[in-house]
T-cell receptor, first 113, second 114 residues
Framework: AQTVTQSQPEMSVQEAETVTLSCTYDTSESDYYLFWYKQPPSRQMILVIRQEAYKQQNATENRFSVNFQKAAKSFSLKISDSQLGDAAMYFCAYKAAGNKLTFGGGTRVLVKP | DAGVIQSPRHEVTEMGQEVTLRCKPISGHNSLFWYRQTMMRGLELLIYFNNNVPIDDSGMPEDRFSAKMPNASFSTLKIQPSEPRDSAVYFC????????????FGPGTRLTVT
């Protein structure tokens, strides 16, 4: 069974600084997608970024970027120029054939002004 | 588009009562998912449907839980009888069938069973 692990329960970052969230996963599949979702206090789940496993190029969305290391099964999220609105829970998720999303346990990001 | 709609947003009920959570997926989406979120267990997939047909209900905790999708625009998750340990936030999500498509989440229903 696929598993997703986020080893950092909480990360703190100074406003305008950079923070990196870790995620590792376990799979025997070759075709899959990885996602980072953000859950602010409103509890709405919002997609931040996605990565296709067959693409070597790391995905980027504005201040958010990933470091995808397929061989190591690692998928970290970097938030650059952190803003107060980035404070939230961040979930790493994996999806392969079968349509199921498997989530990690989440990392809480605190942004200090 | 209004996004995924869930009702009610909050539900407080007494142990033993029946609870029904409702979801309206985004029009055109052919997959629907029910998740439960708790502090202890995180986000768990309970069940999902493709084209209104239940595909995987292995996450449903026990027979007290049931889910239906009578048509493409409506789904329910029912708990009967409810127990305090069912207290959680229940999310409905919808998306297009296929590995590369994201899931769009509703705002969730916070259920409290006393």
């Amino acid at each position: 069974a696929q598993t997703v692990t986020q080893s950092q329960p909480e990360m703190s970052v100074q406003e305008a600084e950079t923070v990196t969230l870790s995620c590792t996963y376990d799979t025997s599949e070759s075709d899959y997608y990885l996602f980072w979702y953000k859950q602010p206090p409103s509890r709405q789940m919002i997609l931040v970024i996605r990565q296709e496993a067959y693409k070597q190029q790391n995905a980027t969305e504005n201040r958010f970027s990933v470091n995808f290391q397929k061989a190591a099964k690692s998928f970290s999220l970097k938030i650059s120029d952190s803003q107060l609105g980035d404070a939230a829970m961040y979930f790493c998720a994996y999806k392969a054939a079968g349509n199921k999303l498997t989530f990690g346990g989440g990392t809480r990001v605190l942004v200090k002004p | 588009d209004a996004g995924v709609i869930q009702s009610p947003r909050h539900e407080v009920t007494e142990m033993g009562q029946e609870v029904t959570l409702r979801c309206k997926p985004i029009s055109g989406h052919n997959s629907l998912f029910w998740y439960r979120q708790t502090m202890m267990r995180g986000l768990e997939l309970l069940i999902y449907f493709n084209n209104n047909v239940p595909i995987d209900d292995s996450g449903m905790p026990e027979d007290r839980f049931s889910a239906k999708m009578p048509n493409a625009s409506f789904s329910t998750l029912k708990i009967q009888p409810s127990e305090p340990r069912d207290s959680a936030v229940y999310f409905c999500a919808s998306g297009l069938r296929g590995v590369g498509y994201e899931q769009y989440f509703g705002p969730g229903t916070r259920l409290t069973v006393t």
